[in-house]
C-alpha cells in the first residue's frame, strides 16, 4: 500500500486519514494502516466524495465499487439537503434559545452534585458552546473559566493545550491541572479516537458570590423548572 510513514501525532492523524481518503483508499484500508476504527472515520471522512484508487479497485471489484459510489453520493446529497432543511426549519437564534439549548447542554453534560459548576466533553464545539452559553447567558467573563486537560498516553501534552487555549481563547495560565490516563490494556483501535483528549470546564467565581455556588443553585433551579413545566 502506497502510504507516507509519518508519526502518528494527534495534530496529523485525522488529516492523514482525511488524506488517505481523497487518494482514494477505502475505511478498511486507512483502519488497517492508522489502528482507527471504522465508526471513527465515518464520522470524520463522510463528507469527503469517495472516489477509489486502482489498488482499491483491484481489491474490491468494479461492481461493488460502483455500488458504493452510488450511495456515497446519494448519502453527501441528503445530508445537505436536511441541512438546508434544518436551517430554514430553526431560523435565527434568540437569547432565549441559546438559554434553554445550554440548560439542556448542562443537564447532559454538566456536574449536578457538590455545588460547584464543570461541563465535560471531548468535542470543542461543545465545549465553545458553553462558554458562549456562560458568557451570554451567565454574565460570566474569560477569566471565570479554568479548562483542565484529561488526555491518554497517546496524546501529546504541549500541542493538546496549544490547541485548546487556541480554539477556546482561553490563556493557559487559567488551565488547571493535567491528568493522563495511563490505564493499561487500552484498545489499539481507541488510539487516536480523542487526537485532544477530554475537557473538564471548571468555574470559578473569582470572588463574586454569584458566580460561585449561587450560579450553580440557579442553573438547577433552571433544569427543576424545566422539568416541572414539561413533564409533571
Known amino acids: 500500500m502506497d502510504y507516507t510513514n509519518n508519526d502518528m501525532q494527534p495534530k496529523s492523524i485525522k488529516r492523514r486519514a ?13 483502519s488497517s494502516r492508522l489502528g482507527l476504527a471504522k465508526s471513527t472515520l465515518s464520522d470524520w471522512l ?4 469517495f472516489s477509489p484508487n486502482q489498488q482499491v479497485i483491484e481489491r474490491v471489484g468494479e461492481a461493488r465499487l460502483k455500488s458504493a459510489r452510488f450511495k456515497n453520493r446519494q448519502r453527501i446529497r441528503d ?35 457538590n455545588e460547584h459548576i464543570r461541563i465535560i466533553n471531548s468535542d470543542p464545539k461543545i465545549i465553545q458552546l ?6 451570554g447567558v ?3 467573563k474569560t477569566e471565570n473559566f479554568s479548562p483542565a486537560v484529561h ?14 487555549s487556541k480554539t477556546l481563547q482561553i490563556p493557559l495560565s487559567q488551565f488547571g491541572k493535567t491528568q493522563i490516563d495511563k490505564r493499561q490494556g487500552k484498545a489499539v483501535k481507541k488510539r487516536g479516537k480523542l487526537p485532544y483528549g477530554t475537557v473538564h470546564l471548571y468555574i470559578k ?5 454569584k458566580f460561585g455556588r449561587r450560579l450553580h443553585r440557579r442553573i438547577m433551579g433552571w ?9 409533571e
Do not use: H
Open 18 to 30: 482525511a488524506n488517505l481518503r481523497e487518494r482514494g483508499y477505502s475505511y478498511s484500508m486507512i
Open 46 to 49: 463522510r463528507d469527503i466524495p
Open 79 to 113: 445530508i445537505a439537503l436536511m441541512r438546508s432543511v434544518a436551517k430554514s426549519d430553526l431560523g435565527n437564534i434568540s437569547r432565549r434559545d441559546l438559554w434553554f439549548l445550554g440548560i439542556g447542554l448542562y443537564l447532559g453534560e454538566g456536574t449536578k452534585n
Open 130 to 135: 458553553a462558554i458562549t452559553w456562560f458568557k
Open 138 to 140: 451567565c454574565d460570566l
Open 151 to 164: 488526555l491518554y498516553p497517546d496524546n501529546n501534552l504541549e500541542e493538546t493545550l496549544r490547541f485548546w
Open 205 to 209: 467565581s473569582c470572588r463574586k458570590k
Open 223 to 231: 433544569i427543576e423548572v424545566c422539568f416541572n413545566q414539561i413533564i
